[in-house]
């Protein structure tokens, strides 16, 4: 009974993990506009026109984008299903499989062109501008070793996508002083603090990735700059 039941366990385990690295097989139906290819189990999503416009002017603001890339887009059905395919990865709405770079959706809506935890909620961010996000977190993901990009500080990672991005809308600089304790207000200063290195320092965000930072002395000279302290 034991051998029955390891043998069930480990054949779990394998389902498992092939559909980890091999969402396709779930999300069976897909279609293609621009830079992005949309996969889903249920009905495909029309009207994907704006979002995805949108998406791709910000990206091509990157200095990694080049018009050829594309990126696999994965459509959750459920709040279930997304954190199934994304076990102990950031963020509620959109996250990135960090070793095949798979970008998953929790709730999209193209064509009102917002991004939900869930069907139904009123809480979204700008779905096109968080997409492009997730894009150029992919774009960096593609530049690196996978061992490096593995173990590459959050800052520079999240804070290059919140650059490109734009951001949700909801913070200004001066937010930053508060001391709040709030995931998307850590994104937005990562954001400012990757925009501040490569501003003073005048590098790119390749050199950026290729340099040693700490990030508490990246932090003090925001902090000087928005804060005066």
């Known amino acids: 009974m034991k051998t029955i039941v390891l043998l ?31 996969h889903s189990r249920g009905q495909l ?21 080049a018009p050829e890339q594309r990126f696999d887009v994965y459509l959750a059905g459920s709040p279930g299903e997304f954190a199934f395919f994304t076990p102990l990865m950031k963020y509620p709405r959109v996250r990135l499989n960090p070793f095949n770079g798979a970008i998953f959706l929790a709730a999209a809506d193209f064509p009102a062109d917002r991004l939900r935890r869930e069907a139904g909620e009123t809480d ?8 492009a996000g997730a894009a150029a977190r992919e774009l960096a993901r593609r530049s690196m070793e996978p061992l490096k990009y593995l173990f590459m500080s959050e800052w520079r990672l999240g804070g290059y996508a919140e650059k490109v991005s734009g951001g949700s809308g909801l913070f200004n600089p001066p937010d930053i002083c ?52």
Request: proline share 3%; glycine share 8%; hydrophobic share 40%.
């Open 178 to 229: 508060s001391g709040r304790e709030d995931a998307e207000l850590q994104a937005f200063e990562y954001g400012l603090a990757v925009d501040l290195v490569m501003r003073e320092e005048n590098i790119s965000y390749q050199e950026l990735l290729g340099k040693s930072y700490s990030y508490d002395l990246v932090r003090r000279r925001l902090r000087e700059n928005v804060c005066g302290r």
């Open 124 to 131: 979204y961010r700008p779905l096109g501008a968080l997409l």
């Open 8 to 38: 069930l366990l480990a054949l779990a385990a394998g389902i498992y993990a092939l559909l980890f690295f091999q969402p396709g097989l779930y999300f069976s139906r897909s279609l293609e506009y621009r830079n992005f290819r949309l």
């Open 45 to 65: 999503p029309t009207g994907v026109e704006f979002a995805l416009d949108h998406a791709v002017e910000r990206l091509s603001a990157s200095e990694l984008y």
